[in-house]
């Protein structure tokens, strides 16, 4: 099965557009749990538990897998291996290396450790796509137009009226024609007309949309703006996770998935 | 003391430009060795004890250690405080996220693992940038022009008559400057003219310099192209870390080592 078609069978079962956003900070843990690796695994895997009914995926920030060394990497794993088998899972690795450096990080995550999904950044081209777009079953969330205040800073570099968000999103669409694979695209929810422009150049592609919740981004006006064709995972991360910092974490988080997916019908 | 200082010192301590690139391939082992994590831990350390001579830094290129998972990245820690304390290291990671994440991978390998410096992408602009280039004491090698094919496919988009590698170095200087911190570049070895320009625009910057050994790089027009002004440090990876497939991998790679040293000087 093509991974966009997990995407549109896990959408249509629950009913969702939002994507669960597992970014678990072990310095700011829920009353009732330690700053150690097991209590960040309890988190992570309560969080999970308590909002699979509301979300169509489950996006992993490998940051704060990774700021935990080894230990993280394991947990990661494990906490991956957790989600319901028909709710896709992205790891959220922002990685782009040379060719073979690259096969190795499509290697880590879309093949040991079985992540449906991966975000990636094109800025060092082909042979850094590549590897991640070609794999059968799997896809690669390129990042188009981010949704921090720094994405003015280099993406909107304009060649012949073209930004670069532009081009990046034009020449991973013919990579991945060309490798028979499936790309997507990560594009900020804090700029609606942005959403609209890409879903234009790229009719099929899933997008994925951080920046709604804490950063800010409507609900309402994402959705809009994608349209009713192509999919889109609207993200929400930390107004999920950390909806309280009592010991009603679970709950509270289970309680804003479900006021979050609702926003997004 | 600078991170910039601590490159100066080993590269007049051992007379050498070398950079030694980490990137072990579990399924490329020399012979007597399994493809088993204790057997590449062994090579690793063979080879960082067989280089250190050499070498003035260490770059391990994570990918390489990601694929073996959180036994992986336990390695990754364990052979990065093998390198003698007055080479400096390099965390190859090619990281770059918002704020909050660029923060969490910072404190990943330039805080709990301890490199030196780390190597980014700047696509996602300042906020993604400054969590790595403010630390005292440590360095990020921030992508410009890389060695690889794509390189060309969004690195040289032009607005203004200035290509977006060119951008991407003059910003990072301000932000650098801003910040009171260290950056350098990474810059491939495939096309010297592109380093003197990268020298010109940031004279004191240390440029990071791979594409020497098997992607084809000259070493002589490398360091002539850098001029005498600022440290480079010129990586080679697999010409060395495979320079035998045989049971003889360290000595061979000493050697190499050794050769790459001299052509460098």
Redesign the interface.
Known sequence: MKCSQKMAQAQAARNSRLCVGI?P?INRMPAGLENTPADFERFVREIIAATADQACAFKF?L??F??L???????L?RCAADVPRDIPTIADA?????????E??A???LG??DFDSITI?????????MPFIKRPGKLAFV?AH??????????Y???DGQK?YN??VR?CREWSDEAEGECGFVVGATRAAVISEVRESAPGAPLLIPGVGTQGGDPAAVVAANGTEGICLVNVSRAIMYASSAGDYSTAAAAAARSFRESLN
């Open positions: 970014d900070d920030n940051a704060f990774e700021r060394g080894g230990a993280g990497l394991d947990i794993q922002k990685r782009g290396d040379i060719g073979n450096t690259a190795a990080y290697e880590a995550y040991a450790m950044n094109a800025y060092m081209g082909r042979d850094a796509v990042l981010t949704s921090n205040p720094g994405a003015a800073d280099f993406q570099w304009t060649q670069l081009e990046v020449r």
